[in-house]
């Protein structure tokens, strides 16, 4: 009996922790409103689960079209119709250039790189990179002859086809791969090589589980 009453006060007192530092986190920022969130839930459990949009546009008519929101633990800020959007991502786009840290991919990639990089860094290996693919040919008449014959053997790949119906996405994905192979090695590999479609295989994966509900739950819960 001693031992479930302390088993309950020290739950009692972690969620008080949780619940006191949810909200000293909310006010730390001047945040446009938004509906109510849970601790460590946040606002999940009311979203439309086939539709998260839905959820969004039936809140912006209570809270405006910029709202705070929380997908988990982790806050978003949500931009709803043409008109914000553009205010943000056009006329601000400097303001507005920032990228989310996801914690599990930050870790990996220990804050560098080009697709989930963020402020000075980012900027800095930004041009680094546009100068250096410059170099290798980006925007010369050597890269439009590399997409012209790859251009060839995917018009060969989907004649194979004889009509019949298929999905496209890993042959594309393999023209576009031979694209940047030849960029940045100077040579194509062969849509049966191995270690071309072992790769593609890999990069599929990933995307289809960070676009998965569990790898959704797995990046807004990264940080907990």
Known sequence: MEISNTMLLVGFVVVLLVVVRWRSNRRKLPLPPGPLALPVLGNLFMLNKSAPFKSFLEWSKIYGPVMTVYLGPQRAVVLVGYDTVKEALVDQPDDFAGRAQIAFLHRVVRGYGLVIGNGERWRQLRRFTLTTLRDFGMGRKRIENWIQEEIKHLHNSLRETKSAPFDPTFIVSRAVSNVIC???????????????????QIINKLVRFGSSPWGQVRVQYSTV
């Not at 030849?182 to 090589?193: I, K, M, N, T």
């Open 182 to 200: 030849a960029l940045v090695f100077g040579q194509r590999f062969r849509y049966e090589d191995n270690n071309l479609l072992r790769l593609l």
